[in-house]
């Protein structure tokens, strides 16, 4: 076996991840659409996706292949390049920034000194490709749609930033891992610290996101699509596929810095160890259920599709009982789990309220949010330097 | 090996910027000259990137991509450009720019002749660039406090103006 | 009602100040929340409406020429097809104005059995407006709440005549059918769920504040503005004018019931969503009503085989779920009308979409179309 | 010592800023000069960050940063002008805008 040089060797496993990354999140994505649909249909009285495969358990694939093969249609007046290039820039960014995120202490995620700076500057490169999508249309709907949605983005940025300040002057890094460290160190969720900023961060993740009730640039009862309302087939799949990246970005970044990252509930308290069992049990649990509502499906390939899939969970559940796939899975389980609790709550809200209109969404963002942020930035950082405040003024 | 990669990397994105900087300069359609200012600031990015300055190329993504070319991206799409392509794209002043690339010409042709040695600058200080953002920030709240209150000022003062400028009664 | 002239303010932004380009859109004739095939050009100024320019026809099918050429009885099912979602109400506007023409009364347990089924279907027109009005407004989760209900009433229809959407329930002199049996059971039923329901949507709207934001003050017409556009139905009782038909000229059994006229005060989209709310619940007290003085008897008056009826002219109209319904039947003696003209609620509330939506912004379009309860079928017959 | 000697930084430097000048120069599209006057904004921010590394001293870091702040304040104020122009005159020709008041 050649030796690796020394100069590539810490690359390898980055660009090992980084691949896993690409490959896998697509399908990931998928099956937030899918859940989407069926806590739609849940809320919404109806049964969703039942058709292809368990409960619809296939449905991405199916979708994501009459993607692959409709037709590209690419409008004959439209700025070609541009329109060629803009739903890639939205995909890149995105994916990228989803490699930056450590999902786990075991995995090897590049750690930079300006972690959380650098998936922020990500995602609002990403927004470049929204705005030359809607230009490139040369259609009035895709540039209503491009324009209300930079305008959003840009606004509802810098709430965001100001309520992520708040947790970061508690943490004093921008690494994504040293803040996960940090909270383990004060042995406290940041959460508990910064309840506002956590909310002002949430309400601003969905305008960030453009989900409901802030979804304007698409809102489909007004301007039809949005920004994407010319784009088709695979061109669509991919602004899809970057709308549901950033979904997933913005509950990370929401996880690892309000909600603990990998961490487990209360990570310092020694007898909550068992918790690390958790993966393993919720596995062995799906399985169960897999097994236990079988004689309700009508077929038997139905049957037998229940069977196998009860059966991988079970052995999954029973891989996890091992010591040391447990150490690398729990802390993964655990990230996962909240982010999932992030993504549901936005499915949630989307399907609960009506949406707002262009200019309540503005000032909401401006005479609120941003306000609000920076006063709890001014807040924290006085109760944090308290005690030299309170030397100055002679107590 | 250890230092041919850096300096590759330096003229893969010397190369860049200067590319695109020509295209941006030479579109006739703004929306295509922003794209390739984007890939110009990107080069640069990457370039501060190179030089151990992570928190500035974090910033210049964000304030320049993120910020500022939007920015222009929006007013482009406000304002019709269609007519403005259509006509002729460059004015006179050719005299100045004759002198001015005469001069950059001038310089690449004596930085040939006598090489790196014959700019001589400074030696290196016993500083440190790291941790980055520890550093500028200590800079900018403790060295540059004034300056950048003023900075937060100007800012203040432009975002007004910005508004009264484009806001629609004008009288 | 005031006689008075009323002055209507000079519309709000006129005259662009060249801001930027005006922006010509083309809303329709296929978008999602046109409701049907309208095309509304809109006039733009960034996202602020300077003016809107409706463009109906796309659903043109010509039923009062085709009238006609169709014997009285054979134009019938054709007014199912105008207001698709009320076509019960139709039914017993177009019966109800041929029994005129004829002078024949329908038999009294016809009259409740009509009143009934008529509201019925004001409530399932109302479901369908409301579930479409809060998708537009981006609320997707009550539509499916409102078709839910109006599943029920569907099949209630589908009991009584078979069909659930044109429903063709009525005969110019009457009923074709009896009730079927556990008609009284299951509209009670009904009845009795229903006014659940209708808590169930109001906990999800009325006090939401998204939906007041998005509705209070959007789209106000003034009692004056109203009545100057002869705007009908909900639409004018929203602004604060307390007409309407069933009270004003009453027909069928509307007489025998007791029921308020919910009114609104503003005129905006919420009053204009209140008092559709309240409406339904008013149909729910008239339907029970109704049900409990239910008469024994015929429900077929004794009508000519072929009818013939005398030379003369009849207007006559009814309050169908979304304004006044009305039929001027014109009778040369033949066995076919020698002319019909529909007076159809949407088209006429249409004309108002111009006056309400100028100023505000695109999202509050399509929350005024949909608060104006079009439907094309009718708009354009 | 930079891999890279400093000098070269100089060069790309300055023969960005050239280019930006001629942009403003040449160019009669006055979005078109903003933009240009950005590259030349950033010819002087590649020389700050190549010296800071030079000197190892932070401060040229800190500089860049305030030159961002004045090209996030200049491009406002200039794309409003420019809005307000065009609202005015409709061109955004620079060698139309003629007349010092209107």
């Given amino acids: 076996m050649p030796t690796i040089p020394a100069a590539i060797e810490p690359f390898i496993w980055p660009f090992v991840y980084g691949a896993v990354i690409l490959l896998v999140f697509p399908l990931l994505a998928g099956y937030i659409v899918l859940l989407e649909r069926k806590v739609m249909a849940d809320i919404q009285v109806r049964l969703g996706p039942m058709r292809v495969g368990p409960h619809g358990l296939l449905q991405p694939l199916a979708d994501a292949l009459k993607l692959l093969i409709k037709e590209d249609i690419i409008p004959t007046l439209s700025d070609k390049w541009i329109f060629w290039i803009s739903p890639i820039i939205s995909v890149v960014t995105a994916l990228v920034a989803v490699f930056l995120i450590p999902m786990s202490d075991k995995l090897p995620v590049p750690d930079t000194n300006i972690g959380l700076l650098l998936v922020l500057s990500l995602t609002s490169v990403g927004i470049l490709g929204i705005i030359l999508g809607g230009w490139s249309s040369n259609s009035n709907y895709p540039l209503l749609g491009a324009l209300r949605s930079t305008a959003q983005l840009v606004s509802y940025e810098i709430a965001l930033s100001f309520a992520l300040i708040g947790g970061l002057m508690l943490a004093g890094t921008l690494s994504l891992q040293g803040i996960v460290m940090a909270q383990k160190e004060q042995a406290i969720w940041f959460v508990f610290f910064q309840p506002v900023a956590f909310v002002i961060y949430f309400i601003a993740a969905l305008a960030e996101t453009n989900r409901a009730p802030f979804d304007m640039p698409e809102a489909e009862s007004e301007i039809v699509a949005g920004y994407h309302t010319e784009f088709?087939?695979?061109?669509?799949?991919?602004?899809?596929?970057?709308?549901?990246?950033?979904?997933?970005?913005?509950?990370?970044?929401m996880t690892i810095l309000f909600l603990g990252g990998w961490l487990r509930p209360f990570p310092n308290v020694a007898a909550l160890e068992f918790l690390n069992f958790a993966p393993a049990l919720v596995l062995l649990g799906l399985g169960g259920a897999c097994l236990i509502g079988l004689d309700r499906k009508p077929s038997k390939p139905q049957k037998l599709g229940m069977i196998g899939?009860?059966?991988?969970?079970?052995?999954?559940?029973?891989?996890?009982?091992?010591?040391?796939?447990?150490?690398?899975v729990h802390g993964l389980f655990w990230f996962m789990l909240k982010v999932f609790m992030g993504v549901y709550t936005f499915i949630w809200i989307r399907f609960t309220l009506p949406r707002y209109r262009y200019d309540q969404l503005m000032n909401i963002g401006w005479r609120w949010l941003i306000p609000l942020a920076i006063a709890n930035v001014i807040v924290t950082g006085i109760v944090m330097q308290r005690e030299q405040i309170f030397a100055a003024l002679g107590f | 090996m250890q230092s041919v990669l850096p300096s590759l990397f330096f003229y893969a994105l010397a190369t860049m910027i200067l590319v695109s900087a020509v295209v941006t300069i030479t579109r006739r359609n703004a929306v295509h000259s922003v794209i390739w200012l984007i890939s110009t600031l990107l080069g640069i990015a990457g370039l501060f990137l190179h030089q151990h300055a992570e928190f500035l190329a974090a910033v210049q993504v964000i304030v320049y991509i993120g910020g500022i070319t939007v920015l222009f991206l929006f007013v482009i799409m406000l304002v019709n450009l269609d007519e403005a392509a259509k006509k002729k794209q460059f004015a006179g002043q050719w005299k100045i720019v004759v002198i001015c690339a005469g001069a950059l010409l001038a310089e690449l042709g004596f930085f040939i002749f006598k090489g790196a040695e014959g700019f001589y600058f400074a030696e290196p200080a016993g500083g440190s660039l790291q941790p980055n953002t520890q550093l500028i920030a200590l800079a900018l709240y403790r060295d540059y406090l004034l300056p950048f209150e003023l900075a937060s000022l100007l800012l203040l003062v432009a975002m007004i103006g910005a508004v009264v400028l484009a806001k629609k009664d004008l009288k | 009602m005031a006689t008075t002239p009323p002055v209507i303010p000079p519309l709000a932004p006129n005259a662009t100040f060249l801001d930027t380009n005006e922006l010509i859109i083309n809303m329709g004739p296929q978008h999602p929340s046109t409701h049907g095939v309208l095309r509304v050009i809109l006039k733009l100024d960034g996202e602020r409406i300077l003016g809107t320019e409706c463009v109906i026809?796309?659903?043109?099918?010509?039923?009062?020429?085709?009238?006609?050429?169709?014997?009285?009885?054979?134009?019938?099912?054709?007014?199912?097809?105008?207001?698709?979602?009320?076509?019960?109400?139709?039914?017993?506007?177009?019966?109800?104005t041929i029994e005129k023409l004829l002078n024949v009364e329908a038999p009294p347990r016809a009259r409740f059995v009509r009143t009934i089924l008529t509201e019925l279907n004001r409530i399932s027109s109302h479901l369908l407006w409301l579930g479409t009005h809060a998708i537009d407004l981006g609320a997707i989760t009550p539509l499916f709440y409102c078709f839910r209900e109006r599943e029920e009433i569907l099949k209630i229809f589908e009991n009584y005549c078979g069909a659930r959407l044109t429903t063709h329930a009525f005969r110019i002199g009457g009923l074709q059918y009896e009730t079927y049996d556990g008609f009284d059971q299951q509209v009670r039923a009904f009845c009795n769920q229903f006014m659940e329901k209708i808590a169930e949507y109001e906990t999800l709207l009325t006090g939401n504040r998204i939906w007041l934001e998005r509705t209070k003050g959007v789209g106000i017409l003034t009692a004056a503005e109203a009545i100057d556009f002869s705007v009908t139905g909900p639409l004018l009782r929203a602004s604060g004018v307390k007409f309407d038909l069933r009270k004003a000229q009453p027909y069928a059994a509307y007489s025998e019931v007791d029921f308020d006229i919910p009114v609104g005060e503003n005129g905006d989209t919420f009053d204009r969503y209140v008092v559709r709310m309240e409406e339904m619940r008013q149909s729910i007290r008239i339907a029970r009503q109704c049900l409990d003085k239910l008469p024994e008897g015929p429900v077929m008056a004794k009508v000519p085989k072929i009818m013939k009826p005398p030379v003369g002219e009849v207007y006559h109209a009814i309050e169908a779920p979304k304004g006044e319904l009305g039929y001027h039947v014109v009778s040369d003696g033949s066995t076919q009308p020698y002319r019909i003209r529909v007076r159809p609620p949407s088209l006429i509330n249409l004309q108002a979409l111009d006056r309400m939506v100028r100023g505000l912004l695109v999202a509050d379009v399509v929350a005024v179309i949909g608060t104006i309860d079009i439907v094309l079928g009718e708009v354009d017959r | 010592m930079p891999p890279v000697p400093t000098a070269h930084y100089v060069f790309l430097s300055a023969a960005l800023f050239t280019i930006g000048m001629i942009g403003v120069l040449t160019r009669r599209n006055v979005v078109i000069i903003l933009i240009s006057i950005e590259l030349m904004l950033n010819a002087v921010n590649i020389n700050l960050v190549a010296f800071s590394n030079l000197l190892q001293s932070v401060n040229g870091q800190a500089f860049a940063i305030f030159v961002i702040v004045d090209a996030a304040a200049e491009a406002a104020v200039g794309l409003g002008i420019v809005i307000a122009l065009f609202r005015n005159k409709e061109t955004i020709q620079a060698d139309e805008i003629d007349l010092m008041k209107w």
């Fill in chain 3, 57 to 96: 026809g796309y659903l043109h099918r010509g039923v009062e020429k085709i009238a006609e050429n169709r014997t009285y009885t054979q134009f019938a099912p054709y007014v199912d097809r105008m207001d698709y979602v009320a076509a019960v109400s139709n039914g017993l506007g177009y019966c109800e």
């Fill in chain 1, 309 to 328: 899939l009860g059966g991988a969970f079970i052995l999954a559940g029973l891989a996890c009982l091992l010591p040391p796939v447990m150490e690398a």
């Fill in chain 1, 232 to 253: 088709s087939g695979f061109r669509f799949a991919l602004y899809f596929l970057a709308e549901y990246a950033n979904i997933v970005i913005v509950c990370s970044i």
